[in-house]
């Protein structure tokens, strides 16, 4: 227990270090993966913009990359990042490769949701004259803000999962601090910390979620 103690100044940098990845890929991703889940919305045929080859070629895009695991997905997004960032390892490239993989998993979600919006509420909407982007900013988004809450945080949890793995890439954060100073160390007690550490980050954020998603849902 005193080696834990003895790193503490490491074990609070390492909690800096996954709330900020976290915290800036949730952010990124939440806002790229919104606007592919409205184009997927839109863009389906028979729907507000309807356009079926900007509609197919999103929706294989989305299912080519999404169920990649993260560790093979950040590996051949390798050229991207020296392209775009200038680095492929580190807290930046970490943070870059989470928010692009957490992009096409939200879209998705939002893509769902917004499907099951009623759609009498969109033909009401139409009679009176309002844009499609009109429609889904104004009408689409805001029928739909609970069940989104919930799906933005279940994308949390998983980015947290996912900021574990950054280790392997020199981005540093909670699961490298485990395995560094905690498993290759067989220092258990470290490990066991660490690991409720990520525990109470996940249930903090699953709770303000769900309080979340239930003042949307009780407007």
């Known amino acids: 227990m005193h080696e834990f103690l003895d790193n503490l100044s490491v074990y609070r940098e390492a909690i800096r270090q996954t709330f900020s990845i976290v915290s800036v890929s949730l952010v990124a991703g939440g806002v790229l993966g919104l606007a592919l889940g409205l184009v997927l919305y839109a863009t389906r045929p028979g729907s507000l913009l309807g356009n079926r080859a900007v509609f197919l070629a999103v929706n294989v895009l989305v299912n080519v990359v999404r169920p990649v695991p993260f560790v093979i997905f950040i590996t051949a997004i390798q050229p991207l990042m020296l392209h775009t960032i200038g680095t492929t390892i580190g807290t930046t490239a970490v943070t870059f490769a989470l928010s692009l993989s957490a992009a096409f998993a939200i879209s998705r979600i939002v893509e769902q949701n917004l499907l099951t919006v009623d759609p009498g509420v969109v033909e009401a909407a139409r009679a009176t004259g309002a844009r499609p982007v009109g429609i889904l900013l104004t009408v689409l988004i805001p029928e739909a803000l609970g069940p989104l809450i919930l799906g933005?945080?279940?994308?949390?949890?998983?980015?947290?999962?996912?900021?574990?793995?950054?280790?392997?890439f020199g981005g540093g954060g909670l699961g490298d601090f485990a395995i560094t100073y905690g498993s290759q160390r067989y220092n258990w007690p470290v490990?066991?910390?660490?690991?409720?550490?990520i525990v109470v980050i996940v249930q903090a954020?699953?709770?303000?979620g769900n309080w979340l998603a239930r003042r949307a849902l009780r407007r």
């Open 152 to 168: 933005y945080t279940f994308v949390f949890v998983a980015i947290v999962d996912m900021s574990a793995q950054a280790g392997l």
């Open 191 to 197: 490990v066991y910390i660490t690991v409720a550490t």
């Open 205 to 208: 954020g699953q709770f303000l």
